[in-house]
């Protein structure tokens, strides 16, 4: 059940962002939610996390904004409301619903939140990740979607590292530690 459960919503997030109105473009799928959930499979162990809920909650964390370009800067907020209605429409269990609603509403390093729950912290963690080690996709994010200039967009990129790096735990900071002082050094 859950296994065809997770496929679904795969399917429903991955057409999302294939949509003409997901302002990200389709690479957010393949450079951004599904490094995510490679991370959060990666780091679940370390945080004690449940593994599915992370999951989940990694499939779903930038759903609201793909979806809704208007929710983008709340998604964090919006997020966990989308991400209810998915999984009530596919019969999750409503424990598990809330774990997964509450590790998106403090996935962002953008906004000042207390991880709750080991799953909140290992998602937030899996998506800075991400951010580190996905720096094209950033740089195609504010030069193309964006279409910032030079500047801008290298103090955009510049900063979204410095939050993401912040929200690192120390031993996930530990992996991504050589990758993140490079890319400061070449912005």
Known sequence: MIETMRDSIEQIVEQACAADTNIFG?????????????????????????????????????????????????????GPIEAEKLLKRFGYPEEKTEAVKDAIATHRASVKVEHRSAEGACLANADAL??????????????????????????????????????????????????????????
């Open 26 to 78: 389709y690479d957010i799928w393949t450079h951004h939610i599904l490094k995510v959930i490679e991370n959060t499979k990666r780091l679940a162990s370390h945080f004690d996390a449940d593994p599915e809920i992370v999951e989940l909650a990694a499939l779903l964390h930038d759903y609201a904004s793909i979806k809704d370009k208007a929710l983008y800067v709340d998604h964090h907020i919006h």
């Open 130 to 187: 991400s951010h580190i080690e996905q720096i094209p996709s950033l740089l195609y994010l504010v030069y193309v979607h964006h279409g910032m200039g030079i500047d801008e967009g290298k103090t955009w990129v510049k900063a979204k590292l410095q939050r993401s790096w912040l929200k690192l735990r120390e031993d996930v900071q530990d992996i991504v530690r050589d990758t993140y002082e490079a890319a400061l050094q070449i912005l």
